[in-house]
């Protein structure tokens, strides 16, 4: 089946403790991304990848880092989260660019305190 | 700066009662404008995918429509089961390879 999967899904840490939420998809695309949904503001753009090695900022990347070693896998680090990082988190997987159908995860709820 | 706007916020409609769902784009050279289906507690699915003005797309009780300057998503007779928030979301040819996406409609349909 095709999917896009992350782990985990819920997740309550405190400031500053690091944490990687991970990401992996069996579909063999090129482009991942990584977006936050916060009520009121709808889905922003986190990171985005178009092949391995190739990473680069979406529109909200403070204080989020990334890293795509392999083709199926793109994880999300924060180093340091802090509150205002508390949010839905989707990573979204398409055959290539943004222009194609995007296949989403089925989330990860992160709470900082 | 790329701008999607979804209007309405929320729509309550009787089963079988049509209605559309507008989504207005500022984008600098659009590449294509997406709509998207959310259940609660899930991630977005894919509905469909418009390129340029004039296209339409059907799929069972929905069809997608493109102008230069906004996108519909008509609902025919809809059913309790298309119950979500109804997203938009634009892939421009400005600024970072992504999408813009609109804050959604959120779309009840009481039996």
């Known amino acids: 089946e095709a999917q896009v999967t992350q782990n985990p899904r819920y997740l309550i840490t405190v400031t500053g403790k690091k944490l990687t939420v991970t990401c992996s998809q069996n579909m063999n695309h090129e482009y991942m991304s990584w977006y936050r949904q916060d009520p009121g503001l709808g889905l922003r753009q986190i990171y985005y990848s178009m092949n391995v090695e190739v990473t680069d900022k979406g529109d909200v990347p403070e204080g989020y880092k990334v890293s795509r070693k392999e083709k199926r896998n793109f994880p999300l680090i924060l180093e340091s989260p802090s509150p205002n990082q508390t949010s839905l988190y989707f990573c979204?997987?398409?055959?290539?660019?943004?222009?194609?159908?995007?296949?989403f995860g089925q989330g990860t709820r992160l709470t900082v305190v | 700066e790329d701008q999607v706007t979804q209007s309405p916020e929320a729509l309550r409609l009787q089963e079988g009662e049509s209605s559309s769902l507008n989504c207005s784009y500022t984008?600098?050279?659009?590449?294509?404008l997406f709509w998207y289906r959310q259940d609660p507690g899930k991630g977005p699915e894919f509905l469909f995918t418009l390129y340029s003005a004039g296209e339409e797309k059907e799929k069972e009780r929905l069809k997608a429509t493109l102008t230069k300057k906004e996108s519909f998503l008509h609902i025919t007779a809809p059913k309790p089961e298309d119950s979500a928030t109804y997203l938009c979301?634009?892939?421009?040819?400005?600024?970072?390879?992504?999408?813009?996406f609109g804050k959604g409609t959120h779309l009840i349909i009481q039996p």
């Open positions: 979204a997987s398409s055959l290539w660019g943004a222009s194609t159908e995007a296949f």
């Open positions: 984008v600098s050279g659009l590449r294509g």
């Open positions: 979301a634009a892939d421009s040819g400005g600024g970072a390879d992504g999408l813009t």
